[in-house]
T-cell receptor, first 120, second 112 residues
Framework: DAGVIQSPRHEVTEMGQEVTLRCKPISGHDYLFWYRQTMMRGLELLIYFNNNVPIDDSGMPEDRFSAKMPNASFSTLKIQPSEPRDSAVYFC?????FGTGLLFSGNTIYFGEGSWLTVV | GDSVTQMEGPVTLSEEAFLTINCTYTATGYPSLFWYVQYPGEGLQLLLKATKADDKGSNKGFEATYRKETTSFHLEKGSVQVSDSAVYFCALMNTGFQKLVFGTGTRLLVSP
């Protein structure tokens, strides 16, 4: 079975340009997460969705960032306008909550290979 | 809030040495605990997990035991290989939430 698929794998863009990162979760998974990884801040959760609905976007850094999930098999993370400090690896991840519903916390979250963004 | 603390890296070892990477956590409730591994240029892969106190997770020779009394989940391996060189992340997922809280990661470098 295919894993979480992200595109592009690498992107170099100029400051001020719009950046769109794309993600296809594992089929059947109903949770989708966007994480950002930087040397300074480590792995940060930006936003996550359940059944295509945003549940927690408290990690989205500012209004320049937006995320959508129009259907169960596709999500986007958009940065407009981009800035050099947005340079990072952006990971998409997905999971399916097996176990005794929401009280079960041992579900495995599967990560994509990441989108490596450089803003110059 | 929930948090995970890992030992600073890098950890530098020779092949066949014993590995310990310390991880402690702070959380309300009864979280599940995870170790993820990130090889150079790749995403994160689940290495092992434990969902309740005294559980031991194991995979590929790595082990970690969920110690509620010391709020710890230390990663161990009896004999490391060069191919184990990677960054290791300890993480928790708390009851009622589906999101992972990560530690800062520990880089392991294994030399022949």
């Amino acid at each position: 079975d295919a894993g979480v698929i992200q595109s592009p794998r690498h992107e170099v863009t100029e400051m001020g340009q719009e950046v769109t990162l794309r993600c296809k979760p594992i089929s059947g998974h109903d949770y989708l997460f966007w994480y950002r990884q930087t040397m300074m801040r480590g792995l940060e959760l930006l936003i996550y969705f359940n059944n295509n609905v945003p549940i927690d976007d408290s990690g989205m850094p500012e209004d320049r960032f937006s995320a959508k999930m129009p259907n169960a098999s596709f999500s986007t993370l958009k940065i407009q306008p981009s800035e050099p400090r947005d340079s990072a690896v952006y990971f998409c991840a997905s999971s399916y909550p097996f176990g005794t519903g929401l009280l079960f916390s041992g579900n495995t979250i599967y990560f994509g290979e990441g989108s490596w963004l450089t803003v110059v | 809030g929930d948090s995970v603390t890992q030992m600073e890296g890098p950890v530098t070892l020779s092949e066949e040495a014993f590995l310990t990477i310390n991880c402690t956590y702070t959380a309300t409730g009864y979280p599940s605990l995870f170790w993820y591994v990130q090889y150079p240029g790749e995403g994160l892969q689940l290495l092992l997990k434990a969902t309740k106190a005294d559980d031991k997770g194991s995979n590929k020779g790595f082990e970690a035991t969920y110690r509620k009394e010391t709020t710890s989940f230390h990663l161990e391996k009896g004999s490391v290989q060069v191919s184990d060189s990677a960054v290791y992340f300890c993480a928790l997922m708390n009851t009622g939430f589906q999101k992972l809280v990560f530690g800062t990661g520990t880089r392991l470098l294994v030399s022949p």
